[in-house]
T-cell receptor, first 112, second 113 residues
């Protein structure tokens, strides 16, 4: 089984709708991250969390919010989706001591 | 701020050809450097990494050497296979507590039989 899972894998929604993307991990890592990937671009950091009570904004947090429900779960929400949020979204985890991040398979989100 | 510049693609090679994908970076201090690979329909996987100057990361026949003097971390493979077709990302990790990854734009590699 995969160490980092994301649900859903694909989602099509309409402008103005609220949507939640979920990430779960079994690696026992305390650090979790949400990234967005646009075609022809690298990944950009949306939010990151060091533990349940520690949430931090990344470089492109506007229009997004997150919730760390437990050490193993980190959700990303779009309160009112807009078309330019159409992208591939990745969750990642990292252990306390290491600098390597481990990525989930991604969620492809389309906002019409 | 930190930045990573990598060779634009797409790159198309024949099987058994030599591969080089260039990557240069700008950062304060001495970040850790990474190459991630993204196969079609999958998430990013760590390919190799190096944490200090002159370190060589290697995995699956791929190699990259951390060159402080040229701020580079070029990816090389002596003989590519069709199964190496993927998107390759160069990235660096900052020194802050977030250990945020800064990515290059990715290079699409296609290997033809």
């Amino acid at each position: 089984d995969a160490d980092v899972t994301q649900t859903p894998r694909n989602r099509i929604t309409k402008t103005g709708k609220r949507i939640m993307l979920e990430c779960s991990q079994t690696k026992g890592h305390d650090r979790m991250y949400w990234y967005r990937q646009d075609p022809g671009l690298g990944l950009q950091l949306i939010y990151y969390s060091f533990d349940v009570k520690d949430i931090n904004k990344g470089e492109i947090s506007d229009g997004y919010s997150v919730s760390r429900q437990a050490q193993a779960k980190f959700s990303l929400s779009l309160e009112s989706a807009i078309p330019n949020q159409t992208a591939l979204y990745f969750c990642a985890t990292r252990g306390t001591a290491g600098d390597t991040q481990y990525f989930g398979p991604g969620t492809r989100l389309t906002v019409l | 701020g930190d930045s990573v510049t990598q060779m634009e693609g797409p790159v198309t090679l024949s099987e058994e050809a030599f591969l080089t994908i260039n990557c240069t970076y700008t950062a304060t201090g001495y970040p850790s450097l990474f190459w991630y690979v993204q196969y079609p329909g999958e998430g990013l996987q760590l390919l190799l990494k190096a944490t200090k100057a002159d370190d060589k990361g290697s995995n699956k026949g791929f190699e990259a050497t951390y060159r402080k003097e040229t701020t580079s971390f070029h990816l090389e493979k002596g003989s590519v296979q069709v199964s190496d077709s993927a998107v390759y990302f160069c990235a660096l990790s900052d020194f802050g507590s977030a250990r945020q990854l800064t990515f290059g734009s990715g290079t699409q590699l296609t290997v033809l039989p």
